[in-house]
């Protein structure tokens, strides 16, 4: 018998990884650039909730390691993205 935890755990991959799916979605279809950023931006979260899932499930602390990485990779890229759209420049 399955405990809440691993139900839990087995619910919230589900999620994250339908999440990232439709994020992908956005990511290709999107009809203006910020809707893309903003969808790429949203698959750098998805992707550091699924390591902290997995990291979850399966009792590794490098997974939680790599999710405070791809957190600090993700808000640069988001912010240089950003910064490049708004002045089409990233470094003045």
Do not use: H, N
Not at 33 to 62: E, H, K
Not at 65 to 87: D, P, Y
Request: hydrophobic share 65%.
């Amino acid at each position: 018998m399955a405990t809440l935890l691993e139900i839990a755990v087995g619910y919230a991959l589900v999620c994250v990884l339908a999440a990232m799916l439709l994020c992908t979605v956005r990511l290709v279809r999107g009809p203006s650039a910020p809707d893309r950023v903003l969808a790429l931006d949203t698959l750098w979260m998805c992707g550091m909730l699924l390591a902290l899932v997995l990291g979850i499930r399966l009792g590794s602390q490098v997974y939680f390691e790599v999710a405070m990485v791809i957190a600090l990779v993700g808000v640069v890229s988001t912010v240089a993205m950003a910064k490049f759209l708004m002045r089409g420049e990233i470094i003045e």
